[in-house]
């Protein structure tokens, strides 16, 4: 399932906790395709508290809690790290990671946290919800098989990688636009993992934030800039980010385009993605500044010049999802429209 469906899925299961509706919910997926983040960011929408344990570094007690002799009888002490409505708030969310490289011992505590929202004397607080995740079985990775008592306690979702869906996160989080174009350009090394392999570094969502980053620490050391884009996302993709990133000394000139002025269309298409993702982010910004509706009617207009017209639509289609139905009060979007009219935009 897409990133953007399943964070729908995610928001409500947290809202649900409020009606007693709420079902726990199991994020499949390999390595480096976002499962955290999508938890990570339900929780920042809501100013929630996440609390993450990782139950592959846990023993049964970390879980459980310690017994300890109260007169003749034991009670058991409850973990700290559980979610306490008094010290971590009435609303958040228990995210149980790494839950498939657990070993039986761990996940057979946890089946009644799970399901029963409740270990022992301990009860999880009602505005909680509860998510997992972990890889799949020949992701490479150290897992063991799902026993089916736990498993039958979730929903389950498989995350797939989508890269309109990475894209537009990629805008929201100030990613580098030429990683965005190289992408563009490269759809199909957006996820490339092939476990038969065995990969150290390889391209994932994940791994490219990390190239982002290299671009950022590096761009002024060109000897070095390759090997730690390929440290990022392996040989053969870091070498054609590097190639790609290196080629953009030929991009037209952004700030004529947006002061109006005739800027050709480059011929190369690695150009023409460039140019787009560019144009993206300095709608972004502009949006922010008095002029913004003007430059964004001025990268309408340069949309409508690409000669294929697909790559035009990519670009609005870009600009709609990162500045939202304002893009549709701009006057030059309804002459761009008519251009494209029989071009289906879709989501």
Not at 217 to 235: N, S
Not at 237 to 244: D, K, Q, R, S, Y
Not at 278 to 294: S, T
């Amino acid at each position: 399932m897409r990133p953007i469906q399943l964070l729908t899925i995610l928001e409500q299961e947290f809202l649900s906790t409020r009606d007693g509706h709420h079902t726990p919910v199991m994020l499949w997926g390999p390595p480096g395709v976002g499962k955290s983040d999508m938890v990570a960011q339900v929780a920042a929408r809501h100013g929630a508290p996440v609390i993450d344990i990782r139950l592959s570094q846990m023993e049964p007690s970390d879980l459980r809690g310690i017994p300890f002799r109260t007169g003749d009888t034991v009670e058991w002490a409850i973990p700290a790290m559980l979610p306490n409505a008094d010290r971590h708030g009435a609303t958040g969310i228990l995210f149980l990671d790494e839950i498939t490289s657990a070993p039986p011992s761990v996940s057979a505590a946890a089946y009644q946290l799970i399901l029963d929202r409740r270990l022992g004397e301990y009860e999880v607080p009602e505005g909680w919800a509860i998510f997992a995740a972990g890889n799949r079985q020949g992701d490479r990775g150290v897992t063991y098989t799902m026993p089916a008592p736990l498993a039958n306690r979730f929903s389950h979702f498989d995350v797939e990688t989508h890269l309109d869906d990475w894209v537009a996160w990629a805008y929201t989080h100030g990613i580098d636009e030429r990683v965005i174009a190289f992408l563009r350009f490269r759809p199909e090394l957006l996820f490339d993992f092939d476990p038969a392999h065995n990969p150290v570094a390889f391209p994932s969502p994940r791994s490219w934030e990390f190239a982002h980053r290299a671009l950022q620490k590096f761009e002024r050391h060109p000897q070095l800039l390759q090997g730690t884009l390929q440290a990022c996302v392996g040989p053969a993709a870091g070498v054609e980010l590097n190639a790609f990133v290196s080629s953009l000394d030929k991009m037209p000139d952004l700030d004529a385009i947006l002061a109006g002025e005739e800027v050709p269309v480059p011929d190369e298409i690695d150009l023409q993605y460039a140019v787009a993702a560019a144009l993206v982010g300095r709608a972004i910004r502009a949006r922010e500044g008095d002029g913004g509706p003007e430059v964004l009617g001025r990268i309408l207009d340069y949309a409508g010049h690409f000669p294929q017209r697909e790559m035009g639509v990519m670009l609005v289609s870009d600009m709609h999802r990162a500045i939202g139905a304002d893009l549709f009060e701009v006057p030059e979007f309804s002459a761009w429209a008519q251009t494209v009219s029989d071009v289906m935009l879709y989501e």
